[in-house]
């Protein structure tokens, strides 16, 4: 289970919908707790990249990670999980996606259509690696 | 040594919830090893079924990326850290490219693939990645020799190749695609029968032009690689700079004399060659091998290592050569290594690239050379014809070849001095500066310099450049002077 306020939720699909029709894509942080995870706050990678980067197979390269690890050691939180949009497309992970995650983490997905932001879902890799779970939100 | 692993959160339920573990090793891959083999679970998340690291999993040491190093082969030390870093993976874009099935092998490919099938690190699934992969080479020379011929022999699916030339006498020192029997054939004639010799089970295009700024895109788009095998600098740049725009890795190998160079240009990842090299040489001040010479198997093993890097990259391998740049001294018989970085003023890759399309490559690398300072008076050139002309008559003249000892031995012009480029300025008052002087070298580049050298010196003679220098003199006056 992963516990999001409203805003950040909201804050993530505005980010959906400004890189539109590109994939946006950030951090969550928060803490893992004893009952999952809360995000405390959202931190965006992505805006709106060029061209060429549609082209990269990934959308977080580790620096960009490791950037953010470290603002989050600094605030004394931990990364959390990530999100990312799939523009026109549904909210929902790929085989891709399962063949490059770990578990624990939290992948929200948001879907965006030009303008708006419609489905997001967060999802967790089953320890196995076999699937992703859907994973509950709860909204604070 | 003993050295520290820190472990993501997400996998510290894997490692007993511990966030840094301490293992004996003496490299990056014998630490994860002993990690893994102390917590068995987390092996997966680390490493795929062939047993390497899957490709979103980084490993940094002390900060860098041990496939910027040698890979898991990195040596550590005591007091060491790694850190395992995640990239994260877009979803919807790439779905397309995911789901694209590999070809099946026959049962006479699998026999001929033997070799490399019982090699986990290609296995089926490499070698039908090899069959699925395009590589564009650029020139059957020296360098695209062994490169098209270990690459068709590997089974590469679809190799084009780009020529214009026909193949010369002076050629089979080292353009081992090409034989005697070959001459005076095109060059991607000649080439293509021997790759389709060496393996029929591959694609073969041919594209006979010289590789421009209005066909390079259009040319690479069908390909996922391109190798430079070409030995001048506009073509250079222009290769470099069309993978640039066109998101294709560029494997580079170049030669001179018994030095060669090799590198991995792959702006996505790294260094391009404008990180390297942002601006030309003026032209001549970098002889050519034509000019210089070059040991005839050095092309060889440049391009064996270009056919390596090739293929490493279709199999999806680690430690390429991406930000790295090879030099091998084939005379001491040493390699050196230099560290590259991607340049963020690069004027192609950089973060505010000015070059967003192909220019004109000839004009670029010439313009360069004309901000170099220029000698105030222009070279005066005698043809072979006429200086032959010329001393038929008897006219009062003298001619200095500044070529090397070696090559006067090969072939020489009646009735000339031997004073080596090197040595002119210093032996200038051997040269009657009463008479006009004719300077001559193989093909008039270094005699070009040598009447500079002279004239800055204050050489007070007339003095004058013969046009294509002694090769010229063999094709138009006599022929019995061998060419070389």
């Known amino acids: 289970m992963i516990r999001i306020s409203q805003e950040l939720l909201n804050q993530i699909r505005e980010h959906g919908v400004r890189d539109y029709p590109y994939e946006c894509c950030g951090l969550l942080l928060g803490r893992y707790g004893a009952d999952g995870k809360v995000v405390k706050e959202t931190y965006p990678i992505s805006n709106a990249r060029e061209e060429s980067a549609k082209r990269n197979r990934f959308l977080i390269e580790p620096h960009e990670l490791m950037r953010g690890e470290r603002y989050a050691m600094n605030n004394d939180l931990e990364v959390v999980g990530f999100y990312h949009s799939h523009p026109d497309s549904p909210a929902v992970p790929s085989q891709y996606d399962l063949e490059h995650a770990w578990p624990t983490y939290s992948y929200i997905i948001v879907s965006t259509s030009a303008g708006q932001a419609s489905d997001l879902f967060s999802w967790e890799q089953e320890p196995d690696r076999s699937r992703f779970n859907q994973e509950d939100i709860q909204c604070q | 040594m003993p050295v520290t692993i820190s472990i993501p959160a997400p996998l510290r339920q894997f490692a007993a919830g511990q966030s840094q573990i301490v293992v004996e090793a003496k490299t990056a891959g014998e630490a994860l090893d002993q990690l893994t083999s102390t917590h068995s679970a987390l092996r997966r998340h680390l490493f795929n079924d062939q047993n390497t690291l899957r490709n979103f999993v980084n490993v940094y040491l002390n900060d860098e990326d041990i496939r910027h190093a040698s890979g898991p082969d990195t040596p550590v030390k005591d007091g060491d850290t790694l850190m395992i870093v995640p990239s994260i993976a877009g979803g919807a874009v790439i779905e397309s490219e995911v789901g694209q099935s590999l070809p099946e092998l026959s049962n006479e490919e699998i026999l001929r693939y033997s070799r490399h099938l019982i090699m986990p690190e290609v296995g089926m699934q490499g070698q039908r990645r090899l069959k699925a992969a395009s590589v564009l080479m650029i020139g059957t020379g020296g360098l695209g020799a062994p490169v098209g011929m270990y690459l068709a022999a590997a089974g590469v699916g679809r190799i084009g190749i780009v020529d214009f030339d026909v193949v010369e006498e002076s050629n089979l020192q080292r353009q081992i695609i090409h034989g005697t029997k070959d001459l005076g054939r095109r060059k991607i004639e000649s080439a293509r029968d021997r790759l389709r010799d060496i393996n029929p089970h591959i694609e073969i295009e041919t594209h006979e032009s010289r590789l421009t700024s209005h066909n ?102 680690e430690a390429l050569l991406i930000n790295r740049l090879l030099l091998f001294d084939a005379w001491t018989m040493k390699f050196r290594e230099f560290k590259l970085r991607k340049d963020p003023k690069c004027p192609v890759c950089g973060e505010q690239p000015t070059i967003k399309e192909l220019i004109d490559y000839e004009e670029f690398c010439g313009m360069a050379a004309h901000q170099a300072p220029q000698p105030d008076t222009k070279l005066e050139e005698i043809s072979a014809t006429e200086l032959n002309a010329r001393r038929l008559r008897g006219d009062p003249i003298q001619i200095i070849d500044v070529r090397e000892p070696h090559e006067f031995e090969i072939a020489r012009i009646p009735g000339t001095k031997l004073i080596p480029l090197g040595h002119v300025v210093s032996r200038m008052n051997e040269i009657d500066s009463d008479v006009e002087t004719i300077v001559h070298c193989k093909g008039g580049v270094r005699s070009a310099k040598a009447i500079e050298a002279l004239k800055r010196a204050g050489f007070q003679g007339r003095l004058i450049n013969l046009k294509g220098g002694i090769t010229a003199w063999s094709e138009d006056v006599d022929p019995r002077v061998a060419k070389y």
């Open chain 2, 216 to 317: 390079a895109m259009r040319l690479f788009r069908n390909y996922d690689i391109v190798v430079d095998g070409t030995d001048n600098f506009p073509t250079r740049y222009l290769v470099n700079d069309a993978c640039v725009l066109s998101g294709k890795p560029n494997v580079y190998g170049s030669i001179f004399r018994f030095e060669g160079q090799a590198s991995v240009f792959w702006a996505e990842k790294g260094a391009c060659y404008r990180c390297l090299y942002p601006e030309p040489p003026p032209p001549g001040l970098v002889p050519s091998c034509a000019e210089g010479g070059v040991l005839g198997v050095l092309p060889g093993i440049v391009g064996a290592i270009q056919a390596n890097e090739t293929i490493k990259i279709i199999l999806g391998a």
